[in-house]
């Protein structure tokens, strides 16, 4: 990713081992501000506050909050308490249990004297596995976009929420293809969903869009349908927080909206995610991936700038007016018609997950 004319990440390790630095999501397109976190409180308040967001980066925090937790304390007992409180952030991204499992398992194998030491290193390698992960993401769905260029030329993808370098390491999930298609000179345009409440998508993808040059153009959440109704949309390319063994995909509200527009106007909807976004645990995704609800606050409210460059917040909900904000929906695996992953696509189902993946438990 480039952020100010440099070259780095959406996460950054400090060299001592003692910190490192994420980019202050809440500030973002408004001011570029990174945060240095030096303990796992401030790591849980990030996720919770979503300073950090997006399902990759949300793990990667985590796995380096363990690490700092280690710093303060590395029994046993402290090493479960410190995994239980980053867990209980968010509940529906799964990378955020898997990076905490993962970091608590390898720091449990060596004495606690080692711990804060090998969870740090593996909190790094969580990072650069991502990094590559996602890399991969965008060879396996250049084809996809290729194949349309070379159809018809221009190509119009349309995405939702932030599913890019500011929800992973680098690169983007549902982004990767989007920029290996622009490096490789393909003409693309990404209709960007503003992605009520939080608007990921207006704040944060155009900003990315706007940061890498790709043509892109901000549209209402309602917008979509209409689009795909008129042949304007080419392939919808969406991440996920989530998928389960059966293919149905959690994401960002909305997401499952977008793609019934898509099937019933036969526009392809493609799902891009790294292995650590698989819940092998989860049989059916619409039963069993647990959907956060955030505060009312975010619908009732929104956050801005002036004209002037004044931050500002705004009540745009009528006074009194309860507000209800569940913050992820699940798309049935029959409305995918597929996923791109780093080892490759396949079908939303068992058999298209686990012919990629037949060293999974
Ligand atoms: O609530 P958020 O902003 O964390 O939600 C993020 C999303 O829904 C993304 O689409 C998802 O995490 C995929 S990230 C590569």
């Known amino acids: 990713m480039r952020i100010g004319g440099e070259t780095t990440r959406s996460i950054v390790p400090g060299a001592d081992g003692a910190s490192f630095r994420v980019l202050d999501q809440t500030l973002l397109p408004w001011r570029v501000e990174w945060l240095t976190i030096r303990d796992a409180g401030a790591a849980a308040h990030a996720i919770r506050s979503m300073q950090v967001r997006g399902a990759p980066l949300i793990g990667a925090t985590a796995a380096f ?5 280690l710093r303060e304390g590395a029994s046993d007992a402290a090493l479960a308490e410190a995994e239980s409180a980053l867990a209980a952030t968010r509940p529906t991204a799964v990378n955020l249990a898997w990076a905490l499992a993962r970091v608590r398992r390898a720091a449990a194998s060596v004495p606690p004297a080692d711990r804060a030491a090998r969870a740090w290193a593996e909190a790094i390698a969580i990072a650069d596995e991502d990094e590559a992960a996602c890399a991969a993401i965008g060879r396996h769905g250049l084809p996809l976009l290729s194949a349309i260029a070379a159809r018809k030329g221009r190509v119009n993808v349309l995405t939702h929420c932030n599913a890019g370098w500011l929800a992973t390491v680098d690169w983007g999930t549902a982004t990767a293809p ?13 209709w960007v969903d503003e992605t009520r409440p939080r608007n990921q998508g207006g704040a944060l993808t155009a ?22 109704q008129r042949g304007a949309v080419d392939i919808v390319l969406v991440g996920t927080d989530r998928v389960a063994r059966n293919g149905d995909v959690a994401n960002k509200i909305g997401t499952y909206l977008k793609a019934l527009a898509a099937h019933d106007t036969g526009v392809p909807f493609w799902v891009a995610l790294p292995f650590s976004t698989i819940d092998w645990t989860v049989a059916d995704g619409l ?12 619908m009732t409210h929104v956050h801005g700038q002036a004209e002037d460059g004044t931050p500002m917040t705004l009540r745009v909900v009528a006074p009194g007016s309860p507000a209800a904000n569940p913050a992820f929906d699940v798309t049935p695996a029959r409305l995918v018609t597929g996923l791109i992953t780093e080892r490759g696509r396949c079908a939303a189902s068992e058999g298209g997950l686990r012919r990629l993946y037949p060293d999974a438990a």
């Open 287 to 298: 039963r069993d991936i647990p959907i956060e609800e955030r505060s009312a606050r975010e």
């Open 65 to 69: 909050g363990l690490a700092l937790a």
């Open 207 to 228: 900003f990315e869009l706007g940061a890498h040059g790709v043509p892109h153009t901000v549209i209402a959440d309602n917008a979509g349908g209409h689009l795909m």
């Open 178 to 190: 989007i920029y290996a298609a622009h490096d490789a000179g393909l003409d693309i345009h990404v």
